[in-house]
């Protein structure tokens, strides 16, 4: 796939992951939209990159657990590059915990944000992708796949998200749309309040590496699709 002049929807691409996937597509000539909660940090993200990317980036400012706020976005884009060929469902936080002491609340905004925010952006994003054989990336975690104390509500999450994404790998590839879920391990980010150390967490993935990650599984030939893929640290502390 030539992913020059292809536009891409990211959500929660104010900073971590999601910043490193835009600005990833950036580079190679896509189009991207940038979501975040607040529209004042989404326009200082957005004049940044415009400042290297002019006329390649939009910012849309919504919260994923609003599935009005996902339209919404999807028909921003559109109305400024007609068509969406690839959708990051990216947005995601994390409360830790052990049962005992994890509240309702903490429970219901990691499956609101994590489970039930990539559902509400798929949702927007379908009827378009179906029109472009696009692309649907889904950001799980590691922690899709192996369970922590602390743990109950990040896993529930992660691991209902690869389930999710590979039950509709199998409904969308009729339409010729991929789909692929990438499960890190840790990745220097802002994510649960950290603040990413040059030096600290130089032996973490960067945000950098999963655009480079993403822009790469574009790339693949129409016939072949990496459904899921881990990805960790190559030398994490203690080996
Ligand atoms: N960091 C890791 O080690 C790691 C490992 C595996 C998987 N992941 C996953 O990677 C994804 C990105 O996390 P990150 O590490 O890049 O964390 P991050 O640095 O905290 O970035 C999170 C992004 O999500 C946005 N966001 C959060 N809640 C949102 C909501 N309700 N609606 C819209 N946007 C929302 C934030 O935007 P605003 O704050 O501007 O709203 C921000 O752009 C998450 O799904 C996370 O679970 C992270």
Not at 112 to 128: E, R
Not at 152 to 167: D, I, R
Not at 184 to 192: D, I, K, L, M
Not at 215 to 226: E, F, G, Q
Request: glycine residues 8%; proline residues 4%.
């Amino acid at each position: 796939m030539d992913i020059q002049e292809k536009t891409a929807l990211i959500t929660g691409g104010t900073k971590g992951i999601g910043l490193g996937i835009a600005e990833a597509m950036l580079a190679q000539g896509m189009k991207v939209m940038i979501t975040g909660r607040k529209k004042t940090t989404v326009n200082e993200v957005v004049k940044k990159l415009n400042k290297k990317y002019a006329g390649n980036i939009l910012g849309h400012a919504g919260d994923v657990t609003d599935i009005k706020s996902q339209k919404a976005a999807v028909s921003a884009l559109k109305k400024e590059w007609k068509k969406l060929d690839v959708l990051i469902a990216n947005a995601g936080v994390g409360h830790f915990a052990s049962i005992e002491d994890l509240t309702s609340k903490q429970w219901n905004e990691v499956i609101d944000v994590n489970l039930t925010g990539v559902f509400n952006s798929v949702k927007a994003s379908i009827p378009s992708l179906k029109k472009t054989q696009g692309y649907i990336i889904t950001i799980a975690s590691l922690a899709g796949c192996n369970f922590f104390a602390r743990g109950t509500a990040y896993n529930a999450s992660k691991f209902g998200l690869v389930g999710f994404t590979q039950a509709m790998m199998l409904d969308l590839r009729p339409y010729d749309i991929k789909c692929t879920t990438i499960m890190p391990g840790s990745v220097a980010t802002y994510f649960n309040d950290h603040t990413p150390s040059k030096k600290k967490d130089a032996w973490k993935i960067q945000p950098e590496d999963i655009g480079q990650m993403v822009t790469d599984l574009l790339k693949m030939p129409a016939r072949t699709l990496p459904s899921k893929v881990e990805v960790r640290p190559s030398r994490p502390p203690g080996s």
